[in-house]
């Protein structure tokens, strides 16, 4: 009984594997279609133009919840003994 559970569930990631597989094959071969689209725009002249809602920008510093380090202030130099009794 537990060969048959474990033959059952190795068959399921097995089939499960597969699919996956499948999927990625339809995606990657959708969006290679799409690139070679684009590129025969290009290479027939045009220039492809991102739409503005693509571009992302960095976000500056917030004051709340960004951390910033402090910089480091250069070393100072030890300063010269003086003598003992020299004042």
Known sequence: MLALAINLLLALAAVAAVLS???SAIKVRRAYAALMREKALMDAGFVMQVDPREVR??????QGGAVILPRRSPMLRPLPALARGAA
């Open 57 to 62: 920008l960095r976000a500056g510093a917030r």
């Open 21 to 23: 597989l499948a999927d």
